[in-house]
């Protein structure tokens, strides 16, 4: 049923799935619990995450605990085909191919949906947005789903604000040990890794300039200044815009960061943030890449409509040639570029996240029937739960308050 590129490429795929399950300690344990409980027994899930090493091991032990698992990809440039062929041979049912365009991807999504999802394990809105638009009629069947990034959150919370949710939806972004640690340090890392892989380039000396201070940013900037690049920030949000600056940061407008930058990095969330108009004043040869959400942060369209050509400068770098006579390259064609041109995320960081994600699913489960149509926080416990096993995994161990610390803090008339 399934539909990979290769079944052949599934040897390749396995050793990396098994490289990212060794290094997923928080995920193997509750696999362990998941074999034992199977909380998830005679259920169908429907996932779509970027589907690469950590994604099949997520499915994996969703599978463990006795789900049927039918996965896609969340980005048509992030999907690797080796893994897709991988967990296609372990019994999930993979819908994702590397590069299809716009409408084959859309037709996987469907393809995951159709089968009258239990659950539903989304990145980015896309699952809950065609589930609402094209399979009302599969949404009674519907106990809940996970959303893993902040732009889905905030799909969500339009779409409840609206009356529009039909079914419970926990907010995975939102936890602690999610978007402090991934969209932070995972961010942070895997965005360097993409553009130093993809352009063979230095860092140090240039400027680097950061579109948003979120916590995607915030890693990003981070990681630029430890590489040696003078750091720019646009934002919108003053306060955003002040913490920049006390964090060291230039901050400015992007018309006045379009002259000056070398490297551009938007992770806002947000639509074109970089136009055709911010492009025409870039220097010959910059750089621009996205970490924000799917390929609209940088204005391809006008890109294409507008340059006098267009060339591969290599594997994942795009010239365009302007009517101006420079030239600027875009990384991944403008998607994701740590996921696009790069393997995404560190496999500890996903550990987390997808650690997350799991016992998400397993809390719709358990709470099956109690939960109305909405978007709920993860419970602070769970995040907890997370913190605890990954500080076991670390073999670090806290400090824990004594009774007399405990009084203290819970008085207010000593
Ligand atoms: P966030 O809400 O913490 O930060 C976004 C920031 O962008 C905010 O400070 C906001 O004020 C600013 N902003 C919005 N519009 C802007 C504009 N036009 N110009 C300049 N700044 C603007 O969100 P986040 O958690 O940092 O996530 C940012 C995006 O990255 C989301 O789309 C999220 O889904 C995605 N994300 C990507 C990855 C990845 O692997 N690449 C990981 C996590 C999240
Ligand atoms: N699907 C949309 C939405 C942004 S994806 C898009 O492609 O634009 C951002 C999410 O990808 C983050 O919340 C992060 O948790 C997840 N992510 C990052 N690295 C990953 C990896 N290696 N495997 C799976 N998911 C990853």
């Known amino acids: ?31 362990e619990d998941f074999k034992s409980s199977k909380p998830f027994d005679g259920l169908k899930i429907a996932l779509s995450i970027h589907f690469e090493a950590k994604t099949a091991c997520l499915c994996r032990v969703l599978a463990a605990g006795g789900a049927q698992v039918h996965a896609s990809g969340s980005n048509p440039l992030s999907t690797q085909d080796d893994i897709a062929a991988a967990a296609d041979a372990s019994g999930i049912d993979v819908y994702a191919i590397h590069g299809v365009n716009s409408t084959e991807y859309y037709e996987h999504l469907r393809k995951v949906l159709h089968f009258g999802p239990d659950i539903i394990i ?32 905030i799909r969500l919370n339009s779409m409840a604000a609206d009356g529009a949710l039909k079914f419970p ?8 040990c999610k978007h402090l640690f991934d969209n932070r340090y995972g961010t942070g890392q895997s965005v360097w890794d993409g553009i130093n892989r ?13 579109a948003g201070y979120g916590w995607c940013s915030r890693g990003i900037a981070m990681r630029a200044k430890g590489q040696g690049a003078k750091v720019i920030i646009t934002e919108i949000d003053p306060v955003k815009a002040l913490e920049a600056m006390m964090d060291g940061y ?16 938007s992770a806002t969330g947000c639509c074109s943030v970089i136009t055709g108009e911010h492009i025409m004043l870039m220097k ?34 795009t010239g365009y040639v302007l009517t101006n006579g420079r030239t600027v ?60 096993r990954k500080l076991r995994s670390c073999g670090i161990s806290i400090d824990s308050l004594t009774d007399e610390q405990d009084k203290y803090l819970n008085s207010w008339n000593l």
């Not at 079944?7 to 193997?28: C, D, S, Y």
């Not at 609402?132 to 106990?143: A, K, Q, R, S, W």
Request: aromatic share 6%; hydrophobic share 45%.
């Open 122 to 153: 989304d990145d980015g809105g896309d699952l809950v947005n065609l589930m609402h638009n094209e399979f009302t009629e599969l949404i009674p069947g519907v106990l809940g789903g996970c959303e893993e990034t902040t732009t889905g959150i």
């Open 1 to 31: 049923m399934s539909i990979i590129l290769d079944a052949k490429l599934a040897p390749e795929g396995e050793k990396k799935i098994q490289w990212a399950m060794r290094n997923m300690p928080l995920l193997r344990g509750i696999e």
């Open 250 to 265: 230039e901050v400015m407008p992007m018309p006045e960061a379009a002259k000056l930058g070398d490297i551009f990095v």
């Open 198 to 210: 993809t352009t063979n380039l230095i860092v140090a000396g240039k400027y680097v300039v950061v």
């Open 329 to 388: 390259f875009v990384l991944g064609e403008g998607r994701l570029v740590n996921l696009a041109a790069g393997d995404g995320h560190p496999v500890e960081i996903m550990d987390m996240s997808f650690a997350i994600q799991a016992l998400s699913a397993r809390y719709i489960v358990e709470n099956r029937g109690k939960l109305s149509p909405g978007v709920y926080s993860v419970p602070d416990e769970l995040d907890r739960e997370v913190a605890i």
């Open 284 to 317: 010959d040869g910059a750089v621009l890449s996205n970490a924000g959400h799917f390929n609209v942060e940088v204005d391809m369209a006008w890109l294409e409509d507008n340059c006098a050509s267009k060339y591969d400068a290599r594997p994942n770098i």
């Open 169 to 176: 939806m926990i907010a995975v972004n939102n936890a602690m």
